[in-house]
T-cell receptor
Framework: DTEVTQTPKHLVMGMTNKKSLKCEQHMGHRAMYWYKQKAKKPPELMFVYSYEKLSINESVPSRFSPECPNSSLLNLHLHALQPEDSALYLC????????????????FGNGTRLTVT | DAKTTQPNSMESNEEEPVHLPCNHSTISGTDYIHWYRQLPSQGPEYVIHGLTSNVNNRMASLAIAEDRKSSTLILHRATLRDAAVYYCILRPTYGNKLVFGAGTILRVKS
């Protein structure tokens, strides 16, 4: 079990669908992250939210739209995806840079396995 | 982002120590050295991190070279549950960016 909960665990969607991935944590963390991981590859950073504001966007295509409605929740809205977007999507959280000092470790969820057909 | 270099894979016997090396010759003075591991079918898990001094916790030890251009993660007694991909990552002191490299696949034999 992890302290970062991701739903759903698995998702199959067509290229014309709109879906959302959800991530929740109750550790009081103020930084939240989305990563994408293809099979047998390391996780790739997509977005970082810091104190509910988007602070890093690693040039991710606009068909991926992140949202941080409050300090405990992080969503990733998906629209018009391509088959090559099929991957494991990982959410993580950590203390904010203004809390508990710098370099707080990240806590990861177990991901949502996304298949785009 | 500063780069790290790790062996693609390593093998260890159960209950023996494991030393996982990482080279980071372009490390800056404000970069922390982080280690994470990823077990099969799970998200990455934090293992340990340090700046200049060696660090110990319940999972592992981190030995950092004096010039900080390399480090070694030490698992004192490998178990089958330690079989995972181990990632060595450099992270700026004040920043949220954590960028994974290729990692080392650790196999543990019984």
């Amino acid at each position: 079990d992890t302290e970062v909960t991701q739903t759903p665990k698995h998702l199959v969607m067509g290229m014309t669908n709109k879906k959302s991935l959800k991530c929740e944590q109750h550790m009081g963390h103020r930084a939240m992250y989305w990563y994408k991981q293809k099979a047998k590859k390391p996780p790739e950073l997509m977005f970082v939210y810091s104190y509910e504001k988007l602070s890093i966007n690693e040039s991710v295509p606009s068909r991926f739209s992140p949202e941080c409605p409050n300090s405990s929740l992080l969503n990733l809205h998906l629209h018009a995806l391509q088959p090559e977007d099929s991957a494991l999507y990982l959410c993580a959280s950590s203390h904010g840079v203004r809390d508990r000092g710098p370099n707080s470790p990240l806590h990861f969820g177990n991901g949502t396995r996304l298949t785009v057909t | 982002d500063a780069k790290t270099t790790q062996p693609n894979s390593m093998e260890s016997n159960e209950e023996e120590p494991v030393h996982l090396p990482c080279n980071h010759s372009t490390i800056s003075g404000t970069d922390y050295i982080h280690w994470y591991r990823q077990l099969p079918s799970q998200g990455p898990e934090y293992v340990i991190h340090g700046l200049t001094s060696n660090v110990n916790n319940r999972m592992a030890s981190l030995a950092i070279a004096e010039d900080r251009k390399s480090s070694t993660l030490i698992l004192h007694r490998a178990t089958l549950r330690d079989a995972a991909v181990y990632y060595c990552i450099l992270r700026p002191t004040y920043g949220n960016k954590l960028v994974f490299g290729a990692g080392t696949i650790l196999r543990v034999k019984s």
